[in-house]
């Protein structure tokens, strides 16, 4: 079964710095699907942004873009130009043939004034 | 346009008891899906739905039946409710089950089991 794991339980980073939380997975195929959710405190679940497994190309969302390294199997965000707002528990997801989204364990990050 | 409802947002129970939480979408998805958030663990897959009638279990399905009789609606039940039960439950519908597709989430349900 398809595992995904942040490393970082916890993050910290200061108003309008760049900051980059990590993703690794472990799959053997070839062709899935990678997201990030971001949690608020208001814990709805907000997609943030989505990648396909055979593009080479990151995805880039305003201020979040992501660094997929596919043979390393990571999908870190980085998330620049950081505001008071996106303080939030923020999750890694792999969707594989299965079709069932796998979420990792979750970073928590805030900002500081 | 309401998108993914779960009532009640918070439901406590003493152990042994059962109750059903509430799922319904009006966007006229196909595929519906009960996770539960733990601390530490992220999300798991408890059931999930491709279609009216059809259902199959995920991750950690023991304790937890599920039903869909029509698009909209999407129920969790626990039939007996115990300590272990205790987490934030949520619902997620998507248009399709493959790809790109994100799902959609309801604002959860905080469930206590005295």
């Known amino acids: 079964a398809q595992t995904v794991t942040q490393s970082q339980p916890e993050m910290s980073v200061q108003e309008a710095e760049t900051v980059t939380l990590s993703c690794t997975y472990d799959?053997?195929?070839?062709?899935?699907?990678l997201f990030w959710y971001k949690q608020p405190p208001s814990r709805q679940m907000i997609l943030v942004i989505r990648q396909e497994a055979y593009k080479q190309q990151n995805a880039t969302e305003n201020r979040f873009s992501v660094n997929f390294q596919k043979a390393a199997k990571s999908f870190s965000l980085k998330i620049s130009d950081s505001q008071l707002g996106d303080a939030a528990m923020y999750f890694c997801?792999?969707?594989?043939?299965?079709?069932?989204?796998?979420f990792g364990q979750g970073t928590r990050l805030t900002i500081n004034p | 346009n309401a998108g993914v409802t779960q009532t009640p947002k918070f439901q406590v129970l003493k152990t042994g008891q059962s109750m059903t939480l509430q799922c319904a979408q009006d966007?006229?998805?196909?595929?519906m899906s009960w996770y539960r958030q733990d601390p530490g663990m992220g999300l798991r897959l408890i059931h999930y739905?491709?279609?009216?009638?059809?259902?199959d279990q995920g991750e950690v399905p023991n304790g937890y039946n599920v039903s869909r009789s029509t698009t909209e609606d999407f129920p969790l039940r626990l039939l007996s409710a115990a300590p272990s039960q205790t987490s934030v439950y949520f619902c997620?519908?998507?248009?399709?089950?493959?790809?790109?597709?994100?799902?959609?989430f309801g604002n959860g349900t905080r469930l206590t089991v005295t």
């Open positions: 966007m006229n998805h196909e595929y």
């Open positions: 739905s491709v279609g009216a009638g059809i259902t």
């Open positions: 997801a792999y969707k594989g043939g299965a079709q069932k989204l796998v």
């Open positions: 799959t053997s195929e070839s062709d899935y699907y």
């Open positions: 997620a519908s998507s248009y399709e089950l493959g790809g790109l597709s994100p799902l959609h």
